[in-house]
């Protein structure tokens, strides 16, 4: 830990000039329930010893096995009644965890006597207290620390405070004021989750409105606050905070549009991404406009290499930065090297740094407030947005505004159409009021480095990499709506964004979790997560064999390490009474109609409106053919692991099906245009011409065998065609994705129209033998990864070396692959690690 810190922020010369003593050099390596007898030695020892046995009291007695009994705490001759406790001793507690124990050790370090009065007494029982952890404690009044029994020792200039205060789960409500105490001036770590009452308003800024309340605190936990955007956006306005956690609560996309001013440096402009363009592409704005829906409009422009992300250095680490004033201002925003650690925001490493253990000499002050945890005000870095009502839209509009600067992002169940449910959003009206639909597709470019060059760890729900949405109809079981996404919902989204997240789209991200991911599957799913993961072990093979030219040459990437998949909970339960009584029949169009249950209001027409000028398309726009990946293929070129088939074009339309577009007229390509006049946030006007798929399309559905395998172009058409008024909307460049799907780079969409491709034709209830037919998921994995590591150890038997050439022919991916069962209502999750 002390190298840690070490490496966080130089030593003074005065440390670095200073003889050790060889009693601080073995002490780590002492046995901690020799500590109490050691400080008997002399003083000399005591000075050295002490501050380690009292500096975590509390996790050091359990560590030497003690139990929580309060009658059995006077067997640790060392540990005495507070009253019996000396002033120098009570200086040396530095953490004060409360955490797994009961209102025993609060009686044991109180009295008992008067409960009332124990957490008042805490700023004169211990004035030097850095970390109070009092998470899952149901009885202590966690309101008292804001009123010091002695309030006049605040204001002395000797006076350090607490910086680490986690009250998670606690049951008692904390008073209005309670952040405006003296005593949490200087709190870094704040995690108030799962407590009962409304987060006080007041800690934005103290009632003179002179300044914050909390000025030093970085890290701020708030889940399952029910905070709604309103409640939210009183209290966010702190760009000073790092670490930022609002999971669990009822914040919705109008609350994500405000956050880069509020707690982002929206005004640092983005680095450059011209200097990593052979490798990753470049970010590139045509034209200065844009929407609500999207943001500013700007496209990926690729380079020879990173449309099909195989150049040959794309897992070299970049150069490291140097900064010529380390210790003055706040460093601006710079793009990570790609080898760097991001900071830890868990209780337990923060708790770790500014309080240490018995294992170090705890540190002074100083050292802590400089470290980067403590200091740090570039903006928000670690983002958790898991179980709320935002958008997939939204979350990757947040994602693109900002200059890259998250290194940690959740967000395990966005909705998927930019809907939202809400009032005053476009709503398709293939979605039942009844339904939710989760997931993110088509926005695996989010996450490449030209966009989030600093991501290293993310987690997100799973239609990330297997493309398949969660549905959750609340008039249907949970078995029956994992079939029928699985049946009718996953092939219409590979038809409309056929690029699922890879690992070499993004070579710096070092972990991944997918969320909620169903346990039970038809086999599509099972066999798209097994391919993930043999890409995984693909990507850990081309590191391998990347060469560095010299034996100073440039570092090399990581790749991806470490795989977390978390299923969802046993579904299979309510098959027992699931009553087969229309297994053949089709869903009523009140069910899943495409025109059903919407109506409509003045919110859902378009931010650009067609222009009535005449069309003016880009007539060197040309079909594309791509793979899964979205790079251009070659007709004899081997298609790579998993890449899908090409879309084959439909069959022509019959005559009577073929109906001539207004105003879409035929242009000398098979592609028409319609230019669009939109507003952007300066109030300057601007056209793009927007991109209506082929002109020789039908307006009718597409017949039994179309449906089969439609065409996504042909597709996009007819749904312009056949509502024009409502999916005319939600204007956006087109991404990566739609490229791989067959519309020309380049061009602009209706989002609108393109989302709507997701509706099925048709739907139909499963019979009871089609659900009894899905199989466990995890059952699944568990059999591949078996089969790959006996592979593995197969192979280096008959090598006889211990490290063997990684790939062919076992493939097994040698990182960590974790599988746990999501708990919802706990909001923990319990797993296994499969290495």
């Not at 945890?373 to 898991?386: D, K, M, P, Q, S």
Request: proline fraction near 8%.
């Amino acid at each position: 830990m002390q190298m840690q810190m070490q490496m966080e922020h130089p030593p003074s010369y005065q440390d670095a000039i200073r003889q050790l003593d060889w009693l601080e050099i073995v002490a780590p390596y002492i046995y901690a329930g020799e500590l109490a007898r050691l400080c008997l030695v002399s003083k000399r020892f005591y000075h050295q010893f002490a501050p380690r046995l009292w500096n975590d009291p509390l996790p050091l007695a359990r560590q030497l096995g003690l139990q929580r009994d309060a009658g059995k705490w006077h067997e640790w001759s060392v540990l005495e009644h507070l009253d019996g406790v000396g002033a120098a001793t009570s200086r040396l507690i530095a953490s004060l965890d409360l955490r797994g124990f009961g209102m025993d050790v609060q009686d044991f370090f109180f009295g008992g006597k008067d409960r009332s009065r124990s957490l008042r007494r805490l700023s004169s029982a211990f004035p030097n207290l850095r970390c109070i952890l009092l998470d899952d404690n149901q009885k202590i009044d966690v309101g008292q620390l804001a009123s010091p029994e002695d309030p006049d020792s605040l204001t002395s200039p000797t006076f350090e405070g607490p910086m680490l205060l986690s009250m998670a789960r606690c049951r008692t409500e904390l008073p209005k004021n309670f952040f405006e105490s003296l005593y949490l001036k200087h709190i870094v770590y704040l995690d108030v989750s799962d407590m009962p009452g409304a987060l006080g308003l007041r800690l934005i800024q103290s009632p003179t409105g002179l300044q914050l309340t909390l000025p030093h605190l970085r890290i701020l936990k708030t889940q399952n606050r029910e905070l709604d955007d309103l409640t939210a956006l009183q209290f966010l306005g702190r760009k000073q905070l790092w670490s930022l956690d609002l999971s669990r609560n009822r914040i919705t996309d109008r609350l994500i549009d405000l956050m880069c001013d509020l707690l982002f440096d929206a005004g640092t402009p983005r680095p450059s991404s011209e200097t990593h363009f052979d490798v990753e592409g470049a970010l590139s704005y045509p034209l200065e406009g844009g929407n609500d829906f999207y943001g500013r409009f700007g496209f990926i422009k690729e380079s020879e290499w990173s449309a099909t992300f195989s150049h040959p250095e794309r897992y070299i680490a970049d150069a490291p930065l140097y900064h010529q004033d380390y210790y003055g201002t706040p460093k601006p925003f710079a793009r990570l090297d790609g080898r760097v650690k991001i900071k830890d925001d868990s209780v337990n490493l923060i708790k770790t740094i500014l309080s240490v253990g018995w294992e170090c000499s705890i540190p002074s002050v100083h050292d802590v407030r400089a470290l980067d945890v403590c200091r740090h005000e570039g903006g928000v870095t670690h983002l958790y947005l898991n179980q709320n009502n935002v958008s997939a839209s939204a979350l990757a509009r947040l994602v693109r505004t900002l200059p890259g600067q998250l290194e940690r992002l959740e967000c395990d169940s966005p909705l998927l159409v930019s809907a939202n449910l809400r009032e005053g959003f476009f709503r398709p009206r293939w979605i039942p009021r009844t339904a939710r639909l989760s997931g993110i597709l088509g926005l695996a470019h989010t996450f490449r480095p030209v966009i989030s060059s600093n991501l290293q760890v993310l987690r997100i729900h799973h239609s990330l990499v297997t493309q398949l949405p969660s549905l959750e109809a609340t008039d249907l079981s949970t078995l029956e709506n994992l079939w029928l996404a699985e049946t009718f919902l996953l092939p219409r989204a590979e038809l409309a964004y056929p690029q699922s997240f890879v690992p070499d789209m993004n070579p710096r991200l070092r972990s991944l979790t997918l969320a909620r991911i169903p346990r039970y599957s038809t086999g599509r799913l099972t066999s798209k997560i097994i391919r993930f993961l043999k890409l995984a072990a693909m990507q850990e093979q081309a590191v391998q064999e990347t060469a560095v030219s010299a034996r100073r040459g440039p570092t090399k990437l990581l790749g991806l390490r470490h795989i977390r998949l978390e299923f969802e909970p046993e579904t299979r339960e309510g098959l027992a009474n699931y009553t087969d009584v229309s297994s053949m029949l089709e869903m009523s169009p009140t069910d899943f109609s495409f025109y059903s249950d919407w109506k409509s209001s003045p919110a859902s027409t378009p931010t650009l409106t067609p222009s009535t000028t005449a069309n003016a398309p880009p007539t060197s726009a040309k079909p594309r053919s791509d793979d899964v990946n979205g790079a251009r293929t070659n007709k004899n070129a081997s298609a790579p692991l998993g890449a899908l088939p090409p879309p084959s074009p439909a069959p022509p339309p019959h005559e009577s099906d073929s109906v001539r577009l207004e105003p879409f007229p035929p242009t000398e390509t098979r592609y028409t245009y319609l230019p669009c006049v939109g507003t952007w946030k300066n109030g300057t006007q601007f056209t793009v011409p927007v991109w209506t798929g082929s002109g020789t399309a039908g307006s009718a559905p597409p017949t039994q065998q179309q449906a089969q395998l439609p065409n996504s172009v042909d597709e996009y058409t007819r749904l312009l065609r056949k509502d024009p008024t409502i999916l005319r909307a939600n204007v956006q460049p087109a991404s990566p994705c739609h490229v791989a799907a067959g519309v020309p780079p380049g061009s602009y969409i209706f989002a609108a129209a393109w989302e709507a491709m997701l509706a099925p034709p048709d739907m139909r209830h499963p019979s009871r033998e089609e659900l009894e037919g899905m199989y466990d998921v995890v059952v699944a994995i568990k059999a591949y990864r078996a089969g790959t590591r006996r592979a593995y150890e197969m192979a280096q038997k008959v090598k006889g070396v211990r490290y063997v050439k990684l790939g062919e022919p076992h493939w097994h991916w040698t990182g960590q692959l974790e599988v746990s069962t999501r708990a919802v209502e706990e909001g923990d999750f319990g797993g296994k690690l499969w290495q």
